[in-house]
């Protein structure tokens, strides 16, 4: 358990294992919590390293919206890596941290090893989508501001988090969770880095999007896991972990 200062803003991390380096980004309203079965599970041959983004859980959640970003994720994300000595890792997320986990490799390609992406989607090519997107999100900032925590939801990755800031979890929906460009979907065909992508047979949602990023990452295996939602590393524990250790002692061979 560990604290790194981002200009003033604390950032929760916590590391264990020793091998390749592997980072696990939680999705929206989650928090490193959610990964403490793959800490347990891969963390013999891997030096697995789970983090709380900005506004979420045990890292800190500064008044000012301005801090919130998809940039300010990326560079929490990199900052993490350094303090735990790590040039260059596995960078994987499930939802939000998934997208994040894509937006790290555009900004940060000589430093992604390969990439995991679990039950998340790239973003959207089109205004209207992305509009639809952000809408979603303003409702969810909205619900925090009127019914503080309480407004967090029952879905398995997120009744585990212990947040402290409705506040910030509402500037995290503005800022992290809303899109505004492109940028992210049309990068896609030209990763090349070894890549899995991994969705809950249930998950309803984002198993269009496992389908268009494994269609256009070149390369790319998809898993589709059985009687798993979209918390599919909480869901089917014993699955997850053997379909993520295939993949990472594969690409790390």
């Known amino acids: 358990m560990s604290y790194l200062d981002r200009d003033g803003v ?22 490193a919590l959610m990964w403490q ?19 979420h859980d045990r890292s800190d959640s500064p008044d000012d919206p301005s801090l919130y970003s998809h940039e300010a994720t990326i560079h929490d994300m990199a900052a993490v890596l350094d303090a735990c000595g790590v040039g260059r890792a596995i960078i994987a997320g499930l939802s939000l941290g998934g997208f994040m986990s894509l937006a790290f490799h555009l900004a940060h390609p000589s430093r992604t090893e390969a990439l995991m ?13 992305r509009a639809g997107w952000n809408k979603i999100a303003d409702s969810m900032a909205a619900a925090y501001e009127k019914k503080g925590l309480a407004a967090a939801g029952i879905s398995a990755e997120v009744s585990i988090a212990k947040h402290r800031s409705a506040q910030g979890l509402a500037h995290a929906a503005r800022g ?56 599919a590393n909480i869901d089917q524990p014993a699955a997850f972990n053997a379909a993520v250790r295939a993949f990472l002692d594969r690409v790390t061979d």
Request: without cysteine; proline residues 5%.
């Open 10 to 31: 604390g950032i929760y991390y916590e590391q264990r294992g020793a091998g390749p380096a592997v980072l696990l980004s939680h999705g929206y309203s989650a928090s």
């Open 37 to 55: 079965g793959q800490m347990d599970a891969l963390s013999d041959n891997y030096h697995v390293i789970a983090w709380d983004m900005r506004g």
């Open 117 to 129: 992406l679990f039950d998340t989607g790239p973003g959207y090519k089109k205004d209207d989508g």
């Open 176 to 231: 992290m969770l809303a899109q505004k460009d492109g940028r992210v979907i049309e990068s896609l065909p030209v990763i090349a880095v070894p890549t899995l992508v991994l969705v809950g047979e249930n998950d309803v949602q984002f198993r269009p999007s496992a389908d268009y990023m494994a269609a256009k990452i070149p390369g790319a295996e998809k898993v589709i896991l059985e009687r798993a939602g979209h918390a």
